[in-house]
């Protein structure tokens, strides 16, 4: 057993030392406040043991860094909303600061979850490449709202055939009236099954079950006995919560796929807020089996080592538990599939909704030049010289280019 450590960005005001707005973090999340206190005296003093602890500060861009050890015993274990009250409470509320940002979070065996029920191999057995190790190749229905139950099946149907492994709704489409959910999931279902008896792959499809927090379970335990092969929830909308009560129900007996909507207004300041790699930590602990975590060439901000990092926290061993498998989104076409897979390597879902149903000859063309693209990155031959023999690619990068 150890304590949580988490990592901070910040900028003190021009007339706080760094020492003292560090030591004001540390203090505001464990057990100080502004003033003396005379609730704390000698028969209270076992209050102490769980004060928190400024560990290191060190010069980082314009402002400073710090370590702080958090103690175990102010945790309550698989509370995940309370470890958020401490390691990303008040604090961004300090008027001693300017700024600050969490980093990052070493979370402690006894705090860490259980974690995914398929993780990566559990997922690439479900879609038959366990053995190929290439990476899976994603759609997002478009356009994300809109379509009826029969459209979006036929949508998906198109996908499958063309090759795709994994087709979600997008985050915005849960249980409207122009496309109710349980009419979605079983028209996108029966067409899976016609795909796959066609070509014999099984393709996962994502639905959203996101919703509030009273109704989640039975949505979920719902599309579950309507058919679901995978479940889709937006995680920072719903709650770590939502994830974690999903994946520890032994009635939830498919993936769990992870949505991030909404993680820019808390990672996109680079001084200020939380960046995306404690979601991520916190996303594994909770038991999701796919999280998006950004791409190297694609519409949203975000730089290539941030993406390695979060998808390095998803993948490297950690005990019992499994890894996440990194979901590549936002602006993805056959021509940036090299650069995707030349920089983030094989265990990636490439997702594609406009790259794949902008295709001029529609979406099971789409999908054929997404999986055309993977192919020859892994074989090493660029896009260029692969679509001279494969028309479906060919026409993707006359209509995109490449990266």
Not at 20 to 27: K, S, T
Not at 51 to 65: H, R
């Amino acid at each position: 057993m150890k304590d949580l450590i988490a990592t901070y960005y910040f900028k003190p005001k021009s007339d706080v030392t760094p020492e003292f707005a560090a030591q004001a973090i540390c203090e505001e999340q464990t057990t100080g406040t502004w003033t003396d206190l005379k609730t704390v005296n000698d028969q209270t003093s076992y209050v102490h043991a769980l004060d928190g602890e400024v560990l290191e500060i060190v010069p980082s861009a314009n402002g400073f860094q710090t370590k702080l050890s958090f103690p175990y015993e102010i945790f309550e274990p698989g509370n995940i909303p309370q470890y958020l009250s401490v390691i990303a409470g008040n604090l961004f509320g300090l008027g001693k600061l300017e700024s600050v940002r969490l980093l990052d979070i070493d979370i402690p065996k006894g705090l860490d979850g259980h974690g995914p029920k398929f993780g990566i191999e559990g997922v690439r057995k479900l879609v038959g490449t366990e053995k190929s190790r290439r990476p899976h190749v994603g759609t997002i229905i478009k356009p994300k709202v809109g379509l009826n139950p029969k459209d979006t099946a036929e949508v998906a149907y198109q996908a499958a055939i063309g090759g795709v492994d994994l087709i979600k709704d997008d985050e915005t489409l849960t249980d409207q009236k122009f496309c109710p959910l349980y009419s979605r999931l079983n028209a996108v279902m029966d067409a899976l099954d016609r795909a796959r008896d066609e070509t014999g792959r099984q393709v996962l499809y994502a639905v959203n079950v996101t919703t509030g927090g009273d109704k989640i379970q039975e949505v979920a335990r719902n599309a579950v006995r309507n058919g679901a092969n995978m479940l889709m929830v937006d995680v920072l909308t719903a709650g770590f919560s939502a994830v974690q009560c999903l994946a520890g129900d032994p009635a939830i007996t498919v993936p769990i796929h992870v949505h991030r909507t909404m993680h820019g207004a808390m990672t996109r300041n680079p001084e200020h807020g939380i960046a995306m790699l404690p979601i991520a930590k916190l996303v594994r602990v909770c038991g999701g089996d796919q999280l998006h975590t950004g791409t190297v060439s694609g519409k949203m901000g975000g730089k290539a080592a941030e993406v390695l990092d979060v998808n390095s926290a998803l993948t490297c061993p950690a005990g019992k538990i499994l890894p996440v498998f990194p979901v590549a989104s936002g602006g993805l076409h056959p021509g940036k599939v090299s650069a995707e897979i030349a920089t983030l390597g094989n265990e990636i879902i490439l997702q594609a909704g406009g790259g794949i149903h902008g295709h001029p000859d529609g979406t099971a063309a789409g999908a054929r030049a997404m999986r055309q693209a993977v192919d020859a990155a892994i074989e090493g031959v660029s896009a260029g010289e692969y679509a001279k023999t494969h028309p479906e690619l060919r026409k993707a990068l006359e209509k995109w280019g490449s990266v």
